[in-house]
């Protein structure tokens, strides 16, 4: 017997059938002993209606009343839930996020958790309730509802998680978990069994998009044991995001090859070697709300270096634009960039203590014949940017030559 | 400049469109100077949809789970005409019922209202915004969302006129008015400038349907003063619904001619008169919640009399099945019963000092041969329970016959 939180996205409780569905599994989840409290999203869609409805009425909806109309996509859900609940025998409470309640900055359709009292749903567990969380939403000292921005509602379920100490937060989703990479690229991609908190972190940021970056960095901050499930399979245990390093022990050296193509690379070639210049060069890119991801700075030859960065390809053209703007400002012999690239990475905790993990990927690239426009390493990750057009050769032969596709 | 408090119903906030008419309608009253303190109900359709797919989850849906999905559809509206007039520069915060707060019963989905916690609206007015309530919802003394039931948001709007000690309530709807009788039945019924608040109660009884019975007497209650408008006109000083006898000093005898053919009729032949029979009779119909309207029962002869009652026409079966059921253990000769009736009524308070009421309306129907079934009558009305084929010629002798084709 232990203290679960599930949490069901939007296509998971996108229509009544599937709330019943829901209301199923939970009522299984109970049968089995476990104490359970369930968060939920709106049901897939409602969010976007409700959001052209105000876009219907201001252009540009102010934002304290926008949370007002979007936190009312959770709550029919809960409610929703509740009764299917109800329906099977099953003793159910729902709440708003005002209701449990769960605290937050008065940042709205972006606030940040604050705190999260537990009180009301110690109560209903203690007597054997299910308690239903409406995700994504909040309310803030003054009392004002408040929403936690898009994906919140898996931050929601990990703080939910956290605060009641509960033994595992289950993200439902509709996929079955994190995979070795994309199965659509590469058929052999295999589930893994668990996958470490920087691992998804990287996977995540990376394009893995199966959890939201926040509640995974949120599930590591307190220690949530995260397990990320498909709310469509009656089998299969998902994959568990681990924090502790010992269950490590036995892992693979790469758990996974991570990519996307939703970046753009920028050059600023031939800038004075001196202090300041990587500020001179990112701050008025930062100043226009761009956000930077990889940054290569090498060491510089004849007083002068290059610089590169990338940016969403969306901010391509304006971030292409400013850095011609400040070009001579700065002293750069050239501008230039490329929105026809992807960006590669070969994740593993394992590679903290093993060697020739880069040589095998640079290698193995090599043979293919494609060429490396950038690298980038961290203690888990190697991450290279190239031509777009090699993205899925370059996936698929990393993660045979990884091993991948062997059962570790 | 005066503190009113506007209630705009579903149909007036129907679409984003004319959330934005009353957007306007309610900018020109602040431009006016008035302080405003606006109630809305859920767009027309939105309770009913939210109702259906509660009962696609759970056919007898829940009633605090039922509380927490329909209150959303207020709380969408509230949200969209704040933003609305800040669209026209105008300052407004939207509240839920939770918020306000507006403490009820916990008689989830036909709550009443306990007491208002007006600080944050004075303090709203007070810096010149436009306060937004979402009318039916309140939330009971351990925060559960409760909702007052149908037609609500009125009761809603006189509560929040009651504790805020507005000058005015103003309850903007798709009719002009309180009129002599339905324009529909006949064409010269004319919009009445003042009604008195206990013949509105017997208007909106009666079957006029304009504003809910509840919110009168609750209106009754707190002296507040209540004015029906219509939303779809921009001139019209709509009815006012007044509590002062002062007032009515110049009145017309006769304000109006309500009617309904929602009843049936249910008579109790022969019974014996003795103590404790009409609760022998009615006891159990009210434990089978069957509402009853009308009940006569005449002056006994030889021992036995007759008793009869209305019901709604929906209850018709069911209360007549009772009847039949206890009839042995009553000791009543027969049980029979019409749903074929109508019930039309002669509503006034000056009749209160005026004789001849009663005659003149009995000769008028019987000048046009149409029989009397039941008469029952108050203070400010006389009603008659007549053939269902009658009605609209009842109708229309009564309204000519007591002058109210003629401007007062």
Redesign the interface.
Known sequence: MALIVQKYGGTSVGS?ER??NVARRVAKSKAEGHDLVVVVSAMSGETNR?IA??K????N??P??????V??GE??T???L???L??LGVEA??Y?G??VKILTDSAFTKARIQHIDDAAMRADLAAGRVVIVAGFQGVDEL???TTLGRGGSDTTGVALAAALKADECQIYTDVDGVYTTDPRVVPEARRLKTVTFEEMLEMASLGSKVLQIRSVEFAGKYKVKLRVLSSFQEEGDGTLITFEEDENMEKAIISGIAFNRDEARINVVGVPDKPGIAYQILGPVADANIDVDMIIQNVGTEGTTDFSFTVHRNDYQKALRILEGVQSHIGAKSVSGDDKICKVSVVGVGMRSHVGIASTMFRTLAEEGINIQMISTSEIKISVVLDEKYLELAVRVLHKAFGLDQEA
């Open positions: 009544t709330i019943r409700l409805l105000c219907e009425v201001q252009s909806p102010d304290r009343e926008l949370d007002v109309v936190s009312t709550q029919v809960i409610g929703l509740a009764m299917a109800k329906e409470r729902s708003t005002g209701q009392g004002n509802i």
